[in-house]
């Protein structure tokens, strides 16, 4: 990703004679386009500088010493305000161009975009400070660029300081920082200068997990009101955080619309890109488990007989459901077993439960993992596992037309009501390094009807909860 020139987050406003349509859309960019000039060698550069002002003055038609480079073509969206949009595309996609566009550090080459509000961003990591001022200094710089009085900077002062909690480092120079300072000082002032809509561009993946939950917590609450574009590679970060999405590849907006969908797409083009199409096999029937029995949430017997109970109604395995991979091996089954290893249809919450997911080897395979997800209605992943670790010192293998079948037994986790789908995924390698031969998006669907968790994502079955008195004697 490359930064704009002082890294600087930016202001920009439009007039003052903001349209009835300019009270809805934050962002507009129309047939953007960005094209840079590639030089194969400074020479190039240097007779480009000169040569076509000599060629002026004599009257000559100009010649070019550069290629030309599309980093942007014919780029169209919207942005309302308020929403939460995520910018997702491979390295070199055209990404931080556009970021650097709306920021006003860059000019496009045609089309034109319209900013309505104040923009604060946060690009390049450690960028947006001079390095010779200390971070007390650039905070004040910082602000008056983002538009803050000297007093309005003054009286928040405390609070910026609090937030990028760097302790004395605040009165030493910049260049003494490091990445994860120089951020926390960032987003500490982009946090307090009352901004209109924020450009963060993965900046949170750098600092600890403290700091990250602070700036989420700072992102959600700004989120309720304040527009977002957030530019990540991580699909669970977009999926999370973001509304709507927006891919763009090669200069383009190749797809736009949920988080989910375009996320989906994303990965499996990535995939594809890497191993190619999938292919398609027949269904084959399920191997009966071994039984597991564990103790149960000690609540589950006044739960279960009240209306609280967290009934999942489990769909069938979607077969046709969106997937890719190599096709080395196709996921034929994927299901839901009880203890006694019965197909089921009803889960409640909080019982042991056993998903089996098996697959025909197509081409032979050393070292399969089959994995899943349990992802919510809004494409975030809640739990999942996958058999690496278990077979990692053991590797198995298999054959052309073997069967693979994972058992991943486990207390089912007590949902909120909603729907919920289980991605599913057989692949050969390690964690780190596979080839995807199979993998299902959404193979299976289930919905909680009711449900006992208050808080969080999912409820965890409790094995013991216990509330003491110890009473005052005296
Ligand atoms: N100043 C420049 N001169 C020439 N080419 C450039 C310049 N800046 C960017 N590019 C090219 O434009 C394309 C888009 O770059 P950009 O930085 O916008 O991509 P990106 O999607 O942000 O990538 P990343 O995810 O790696 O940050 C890339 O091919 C890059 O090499």
Redesign the pocket.
């Known amino acids: ?2 930064s704009n020139e002082l890294g600087m987050p930016v202001v920009q406003t439009t007039g003052d004679s903001e349209s009835k349509q300019a009270e809805l859309v934050a962002i507009r960019v129309n047939s953007l386009s960005k094209c ?3 030089y194969d060698n400074p020479r190039d550069r240097l007779k480009q500088f000169v040569v076509p002002r000599l060629q002026r003055l004599a009257r000559k038609s100009s010649k070019h010493y550069f290629r030309e ?1 599309w ?1 942007l073509k014919d780029v169209s969206f919207e942005i309302k305000k308020g929403e939460s949009v995520g910018i997702i ?11 650097q566009i709306i920021c006003g550090t860059l000019h496009p080459s045609a089309g034109d975009i319209e900013v309505n509000g104040r923009v604060a961003a946060l690009l390049e990591l450690g960028s947006g400070f001079n390095p010779e001022f200390t971070g007390r200094e650039n905070v004040y710089m910082n602000a008056g660029v983002l538009g803050l009085t000297l007093q309005q900077t003054k009286d928040r002062f405390a609070e910026i300081e609090a937030f990028a909690d760097i302790g004395d480092f605040i009165d030493q120079p910049v260049k003494t920082y490091s990445s994860g300072m120089m951020v926390r000082l960032a987003f500490a002032v982009i946090a307090h200068v009352d901004a209109d809509i924020l450009v963060i561009d993965e900046a949170l993946a750098v600092g600890d997990a403290f700091f990250t939950q602070k700036c989420m917590r700072f992102l959600r609450h700004f989120m309720k009101t304040g527009t977002v574009l957030f ?1 990540s ?1 991580d699909t669970g970060a977009i999926k999370n955080l973001c509304n709507r999405a927006i891919w ?1 590849e090669k ?1 383009k907006v190749l797809q736009e619309g949920s988080p989910k969908d375009v996320c989906e797409s994303y990965l499996e083009a990535f995939y594809e890109a890497q191993q190619g199409k999938s292919s398609t096999t027949k269904l084959k029937i399920l191997k009966k488990h071994d039984g597991v029995r564990v103790q149960k949430d000690q609540r589950m017997a006044f739960i279960n007989a009240s209306n609280l109970r967290n009934d999942l109604q489990i769909f069938k395995f979607d077969p046709e459901s969106a997937s890719f991979g190599d096709g080395g091996a196709q996921i034929t089954a994927v299901e839901f077993l009880d203890s006694d290893g019965s197909s089921l249809s009803w889960v409640v919450g909080g019982e042991l439960v056993t998903l089996v997911v098996q697959a025909t080897v197509n081409q032979p395979l050393e070292g399969p993992i089959i994995g899943f997800t349990v992802k919510d209605r809004l494409g975030q992943a809640l739990f999942g596992e996958n058999t690496y670790l278990t077979n990692m010192d053991n590797p198995l293998s298999g054959s052309i037309g073997d069967e693979v079948q994972a058992e991943f037994t486990f207390l089912m986790p007590i949902l909120p009501p909603g729907d919920y789908s289980v991605n599913v995924a057989i692949a050969s390698g390690t964690q780190v390094q596979h080839i995807q031969h199979h993998w299902i998006s959404d193979a299976v669907m289930f919905k909680s009807q009711s449900s006992s968790s208050s808080t969080g994502l999912i409820g965890i079955p409790m094995h013991q909860i216990k509330l003491d008195v110890a009473r005052n004697l005296t």
């Open positions: 990703m490359s840079y000039q590639i480079f980093a595309g491979r390295n070199g996609s055209g990404k931080s161009t556009m970021l530019v590679h763009i200069g």
